[in-house]
């Protein structure tokens, strides 16, 4: 069966520190999308692809950053780990369709990541 | 911007009760709105949609929600809950040529016995 996979499920690393979060789905999904949850603010958008080579900003951008090289893969690094990045991490995708149907986003397990 | 309002982060139903979360939207052009719902450590899946055909939409686990254009609301609802709802359930909203989602957040719904 097709699926959104990440990895790792939980993460304990230091402050100043590079870590980058896997995301890999078999759907063949162009549209990813990385988001953060965070109590008392639900999901924020840091960053999402609607095919290979491309890449924007969501509204939680800085800090973070993507690359989408091929279809099934968006991960996401952060350069310099900071607390304020503690949080659980979502990756999501979508198909791209038709331009006037909205398509439903598949949704990963999540990443539970800790900055010390 | 797009935006959604759920007010109440918590909220206690009795099981068999009436279930009921409010989201409210902000949006300039015609919105595609959603219910998400997240049980615990897992990640999101989606309850129901409303795209721009009936305003009432009917879900999975018997929920539905009712669009609301002159209230800009779209609350959810279920008619008896079960132990098995408890979890926290997201409103968000999208539009047009636009798959980006902007979420409310949450209601973490909790059944009471």
């Known amino acids: 069966d097709a699926e959104i996979t990440q990895s790792p499920r939980h993460k304990i690393t230091e402050t100043g520190r590079q870590v980058t979060l896997a995301c890999h789905q078999t759907w063949n999904h162009n549209n990813m999308f990385w988001y953060r949850q965070d109590l008392g603010h639900g999901l924020r958008l840091i960053h999402y692809?609607?095919?290979?080579?491309?890449?924007n900003k969501g509204e939680v951008s800085d800090g973070y950053s993507v690359s989408r090289s091929n279809t099934e893969d968006l991960p996401l690094t952060l350069e310099s780990a900071a607390s304020s990045q503690t949080s659980v991490y979502f990756c999501?995708?979508?198909?791209?369709?038709?331009?006037?149907?909205?398509?439903?986003?598949?949704f990963g397990p999540g990443t539970r990541l800790t900055v010390l | 911007a797009q935006s959604v309002t759920q007010l109440g982060s918590h909220v206690s139903v009795s099981e068999g009760a009436l279930v009921l979360l409010r989201c409210n939207y902000s949006s300039s052009v015609p919105p595609y709105l959603f219910w998400y719902v997240q049980y615990p450590n897992q990640g999101l899946q989606l309850l129901l949609k409303y795209t721009s055909a009936a305003t009432l939409v009917k879900g999975i686990n018997g929920f539905e929600a009712e669009f609301k254009k002159s209230e800009t609301s779209f609350h959810l609802t279920k008619p008896s809950a079960h132990m098995s709802d408890a979890a926290e359930y997201f409103c968000?909203?999208?539009?047009?040529?636009?798959?980006?989602?902007?979420f409310g957040k949450g209601n973490q719904v909790v059944v009471i016995p």
């Open positions: 999501a995708s979508s198909d791209q369709g038709l331009a006037d149907v909205y398509n439903e986003q598949f």
């Open positions: 692809s609607y095919g290979v080579q491309d890449t």
């Open positions: 968000a909203v999208s539009h047009y040529g636009n798959n980006r989602l902007a």
